[in-house]
């Protein structure tokens, strides 16, 4: 009678047993045929990339041409004005369009009244003479140096998000955390995810966004900001998981 149970038991009984006694090594690296997908959640710092290339174009420039100095005030302006663009974007949120047009009317306003100081200096003649004072300047090694300070950041990222990701596989969510490889699991037939986009400009740049992962067996939610090329990301998870329920939720309601 042992044997007949033991001939009769199915397949699928078998190699799920053996699966659970797996190591957990062993369940790192995804075998032949398995896919994955990699969640990351990015800090800020990776919206400032047009600075960081702004600032190589200005360095190259003031360095080949050190005596032009009509080129060296225009790079200058370009690039703090990029800079400031940027920083705009990682300390404000624009999740509505009206906050949208609400800057570009006031983009208009200063260029306005830029272009008005400058071709029309009566108009504004204090706001004239301010303007054409300034002449910001800078020279090849403090662009370099800039440069190379936000490279140095984005190594840091780099390195950073190798040990703190998520992965969902075809039938568990998997936390990877730690420069020891810890490990948390969570049950990935179920889950639900809630896809959020808050910021305009910042998914112009990166098409991120914010996701948030509803485990069953977790009372709290997971929440993942600034998650690169999102809508990518939650194609590949509803074709993975096929039952994926995904809501789009906006903060205009």
């Given amino acids: 009678m042992s044997e007949e149970n033991a001939e009769s038991t199915p397949p699928e009984e078998n190699q799920t047993s053996e699966t ?7 369940l790192e690296q995804p075998g032949p045929g398995k896919k994955r997908i990699l969640l990351i959640s990015y800090p800020k710092i990776v919206f400032l990339y047009p600075t960081f290339f702004m600032a190589l174009i200005a360095a190259f420039v003031t360095w080949l041409a050190p005596e032009a100095s009509t080129a060296h005030v225009g790079v200058t302006i370009v690039f703090f004005g990029i800079l400031t663009l940027n920083l705009v974007v990682l300390t404000f949120d624009f999740p509505r369009t009206t906050a949208l047009t609400l800057v570009a009317i006031i983009g208009m306003v200063v260029m306005g009244v830029f ?5 029309a200096p009566d108009l504004v003649p204090f706001l004239g003479d301010v303007l054409g004072a300034l002449k910001p300047e800078a020279n090849h090694i ?30 568990e969510l998997l936390h990877h955390h730690g420069f020891l490889s810890d490990m948390k699991r969570y049950p ?23 996701l948030i992962l509803h485990a069953r067996s977790e009372s709290r939610a997971i929440v993942l900001d600034n998650v690169l090329f999102i809508n990518r990301k939650e194609a590949l998870l509803m074709k993975m998981l096929g039952s994926l329920q995904v809501s789009v939720r906006d903060d205009d309601g």
């Avoid at 659970?20 to 062993?26: E, I, K, N, W």
């Avoid at 809630?194 to 098409?207: P, T």
């Fill in 20 to 26: 659970s006694l797996a190591p957990a090594g062993a």
């Fill in 142 to 171: 403090f662009y370099f140096m800039f440069a190379a300070i936000l490279f140095f950041f984005y190594l840091a990222v780099l390195v950073a998000v190798r040990y703190d990701y998520w992965e969902i596989r075809n039938n």
């Fill in 115 to 119: 272009l008005s100081a400058h071709y």
């Fill in 188 to 210: 990935a037939p179920s889950l639900r995810v809630d896809k959020e986009i808050n910021d305009v400009f910042e998914y112009m740049l990166l098409q991120s966004g914010r």
